[in-house]
């Protein structure tokens, strides 16, 4: 993932993504724990709610790896086939991390 590209293809400055990038990074970070209590209490309308939101984000930002991830779990979740998903939980809190990775790189 280049964030140099991503920035320039929604047409900003590297400095104006990366600010983005981390607010980003801060609300999925509070998005993902909202969306595995929700997975452990089976609650799919919640599962639905945050992996919409963190897909609507990440298609914003370019990043497709982590949307498609999310809206996979959008999709199952919506169909209330939560068992579908357990796998994608751990995918897209790996994905988010690689990106904060990635996101240090460039310092603060």
């Known amino acids: 993932m280049d964030l140099r590209t ?3 293809e ?6 104006e993504f990366l600010e983005v990038v981390d607010i980003f990074l ?6 993902l724990a909202e969306l595995s209590a929700a997975f452990g209490r089976n609650d799919a309308g919640e599962v639905y709610a945050q992996s919409h939101s963190i897909k609507g984000a990440a298609v914003n930002l370019g990043l497709k790896k982590i949307a498609e991830i999310a809206e ?8 209330g086939e939560l068992s579908q998903i357990s796998g994608e939980i751990g995918l ?15 310092g603060s």
């Open 72 to 79: 996979n779990m959008e999709k199952c979740s919506r169909k």
């Open 6 to 8: 991503l920035a320039a």
């Open 10 to 15: 929604i047409g900003l400055e590297l400095g």
């Open 26 to 31: 801060d609300c999925s970070g509070e998005q």
């Open 92 to 106: 897209l809190k790996e994905s988010i991390a690689d990106l904060a990775d990635i996101r240090s790189s460039f």
